[in-house]
């Protein structure tokens, strides 16, 4: 069986998150989507509670948000409980979030990271 990704974005994350489902049903894993479904306005809360509540009730393991910055994603998933979100805009940050801070939900800032 395949580890569920839920993936969620606000419209600054929109485009991203489409590539990043690809790559992650490439990878073996089965991509999750949460939201948004296109790069009209959205309020960013939304995706993130969504994402965040799975892991929360242990539904997934892990998870990712997107939107420009990272950080209001970042601060709305860390509301909820076991929730440990970071925000890394390129690979090392991510493994070292992930290895030193057991980070279980991937914020990436799209405004700030490239292919």
């Given at each position: 069986m395949k580890e569920v990704i839920p993936i969620g974005a606000d419209h600054a994350g929109f485009k991203l998150k489409e590539r990043l489902k690809q790559e992650?049903?490439?990878?073996?894993?089965?991509?999750?989507?949460?939201?948004?479904?296109?790069?009209?306005s959205t309020d960013y809360p939304d995706f993130a509670h969504s994402v965040a509540?799975?892991?929360?009730?242990?539904?997934?393991?892990r998870g990712v948000l997107l939107c420009g910055t990272g950080l209001g994603m970042a601060y709305v998933a860390n509301r909820h409980r076991g929730v440990r979100a970071a925000v890394a805009w390129n690979p090392e940050i991510a493994t070292l979030a992930r290895a030193h801070n057991d980070a279980n939900v991937l914020v990436l800032p799209t405004r700030f990271v490239t292919d």
């Open positions: 992650l049903a490439a990878m073996g894993y089965e991509p999750l989507d949460l939201g948004t479904r296109s790069e009209e509540s799975q892991v929360e009730r242990g539904q997934v393991a």
